[in-house]
C-alpha cells in the first residue's frame, strides 16, 4: 500500500515539479501513470522508493515514512524500481549474477539467492538465458533481465518508469506480458507509460498535468473522453478513438467491444 | 541519388565473436523520396546508416552519393545523420552554441553561421527567444529539436534520422513528425529509421525490412502491411489502425485491411452502415 499525502517536490532550480498530490494506491493494484514530458510523472515514481524526498508532505510505503533516512532501506526492500534503458540498470557481465547482485547485498546466504535467481528467472521466462552476456540480449530481454533484478528482492510493489520506451514493438509485448504476469501474482504496479495501449490494461490510470494530478479514473472512464485526452497532448486506444469518431458509446477501449457496437 | 552497392559488414571479424551484421544490400535512395527503415533491435539498421553516413568503413561493397563515393569529404558532407536519443549530445551553454558548433567546425563566416542557425531553428519549430537559453533547461522535445537543428545546420541534402520519435509524449511525437514531413517538403531526401509502423505509413513512400541483415522486403508501405508473414518473420507489427481492423475482421465484420489511417477506418466502418 502506498499513501501520498499532500506532497510537493519543488526542484533546487526552483521548479515545483509536484504541487499537492493525494494519491493511495491498494495492495496488488495496476496503476498506470499517464501525462506529457514535464508532468512529474518521473518526479512521482521516484518518491515512490525514496530516490526523491517530498519537499513538503508525505508518502508512505506500507507505512514506512520515506522522508527519514533511517527507513530508506526498508522503503527499498518494499519498492523496486524499472527504468526506461536496460543498459543503465545491468550491472554484471552474466545474466544470473546481474540479478543476484541484489540480493548479495543484502547480505543472504548462497542457497537462498539461488533460489531467489532461479524463480526470478523463471518468472521473466528468461530461464535459458542464465549464462549468456547481457551484451548479447535484445532489449526486450534486457529489460526483463532488470525486472528480475527487482522479483529477486522479493519486493511488493515495483515501479516501471516508461520500460518500453527504447523498446521495438517485439520487446514491448515481452515487458508488457511480464508486467502484467506479475501483477496476476499479486505484485503492486505501477507504470509510467506514453503509450495509451499499455495504459489501457491498468485497473486505474492517473492523468498527470503541470505537477498535479488532472484526473483518476478506470482506463474506460480516462479514454472515454478523446478530446480532453487530445488536448492534454496524451492520446487514447485507437480503438476509442475510432468509436468516438463514428459517435458510438463512449467506454469502449478494445477492438472486440469496437466490434461489438458496429454490430449493434 | 544515395547508391548503396553490395553491402556486407561483419562485425570482430576473425575473433570468436564475429557477429555477421550485414549481407549483401543493394538498393538506392532518390532524390527527394522519404525512405523508411524497419526492423528489429539488432536487425542491422544501425550498421547500416552508420555505413551510409561513412562513420564505419566497408570491406566489402560500396557507398555513392551523387556518384562520389562516401569516403570523401564532398560526399561525406552531402550527408547528416542523427542518432537516437541525440539530446545526450547537446554539451553546449546556449542554445544557439550549441546549434552553431558544426557549422563552426566547416569553417563558415560568422554571418553565414548565425543565418543557419536562426533557419535550423525555424526548420523544426523552436521559437527563435530561446536561442540564449541552456539546452539543458528545455523540454525533451524541445531539446530534441536542438539536437536535430544542429544538423540542420549543416544544410545536409540527405538526412538520416534514427527513431527520432523514441521517448516522446504522443503531442510532442506528432509535432516532430510534422516538421519533419515540413523538413522533407523543403527538399531535404530523408531516410527514416523506425519501428513505429503507424510513423511509417503516415510518412514514407518507400520502406525497406531488415531482418537478420538481409533486406526482407522493398516497396511501398501499404504493401508491406497485408504482408503479415513478413511482418512477423522481421519482429514488426502492423500500424494499430490495421491491427485493429485485422481484428475487426476476425470479429466477423466485412471490413478491408488495407487500412492505414484512422481516416480511411472510419470511411471504410461507415461503409457497413
Partial sequence: MINVENLRHIYANGKVALDDINLEIGDGEFVAVIGTNGSGKSTLAKHFNALLKPTAGKVFVNGIDTADEENLWRVRENVGMVFQNPDNEIVAAIVEDDIAFGPENLGIEPAEIRRRVDLALDTVNMADYKKFSPSKLSGGQKQRIAIAGAVAMLTKIIVFDEPTAMLDPQGRREVLSTIKKLHAQGLTIILITHFMEEAAQADRVVVMEGGKILKIGTPREIFSDVREMKRLGLDVPVASELAARLKLPAGILTAAELAEAIKR | ?273
Avoid at chain 2, 522535445?141 to 545546420?153: E, T
Avoid at chain 2, 523538413?183 to 510518412?203: P, Y
Avoid at chain 2, 481484428?247 to 477506418?265: F, Q
Fill in chain 2, 1 to 273: 541519388m544515395i547508391d548503396i552497392k553490395n553491402i556486407s559488414y561483419t562485425y570482430m571479424e576473425g575473433t570468436p565473436f564475429e557477429k555477421i551484421a550485414l549481407r549483401e544490400i543493394n538498393f538506392s535512395v532518390k532524390e527527394g523520396d522519404f525512405l523508411a527503415i524497419a526492423g528489429h533491435t539488432g536487425s542491422g539498421k544501425s550498421t547500416l546508416i552508420q555505413i551510409i553516413a561513412g562513420l564505419i568503413d566497408l570491406k566489402i561493397g560500396a557507398v555513392e552519393i551523387d556518384g562520389e563515393n562516401i569516403s570523401t569529404k564532398t560526399a561525406r558532407r552531402k550527408i547528416g545523420i542523427v542518432f537516437q536519443y541525440p539530446e545526450y549530445q547537446l554539451f553546449e551553454e546556449t542554445v544557439e552554441k550549441d546549434i552553431a558548433f558544426g557549422p563552426k567546425n566547416f569553417g563558415l563566416s560568422e554571418a553565414e553561421i548565425s543565418a543557419r542557425v536562426d533557419e535550423a531553428m525555424k526548420l523544426v519549430g523552436l521559437d527563435a527567444d530561446i536561442k540564449n537559453s541552456s539546452p539543458f533547461e528545455l523540454s525533451g522535445g524541445q531539446k530534441r529539436r536542438v539536437a536535430i537543428a544542429g544538423i540542420l545546420a549543416l544544410k545536409p541534402k540527405y538526412l538520416i534520422l534514427d527513431e527520432p520519435t523514441a521517448g516522446l509524449d504522443p503531442r510532442a511525437k506528432k509535432n516532430l513528425l510534422s516538421e519533419i514531413k515540413k523538413l522533407h517538403r523543403a527538399g531535404v531526401t530523408i531516410i527514416f529509421v523506425s519501428h513505429a509502423m503507424e510513423d511509417i505509413a503516415a510518412l514514407a513512400n518507400r520502406v525497406i525490412v531488415l531482418a537478420q541483415g538481409k533486406i526482407l522486403f522493398e516497396g511501398a508501405p501499404r504493401k508491406l502491411f497485408s504482408q503479415t508473414e513478413i511482418l512477423n518473420r522481421a519482429g514488426l507489427m502492423p500500424p494499430p489502425v490495421t491491427q485493429l481492423m485485422l481484428e475487426l475482421r476476425r470479429a466477423g465484420l466485412n471490413v478491408s485491411t488495407e487500412i492505414l489511417t484512422l481516416d480511411e477506418a472510419e470511411r471504410e466502418i461507415s461503409r457497413l452502415k
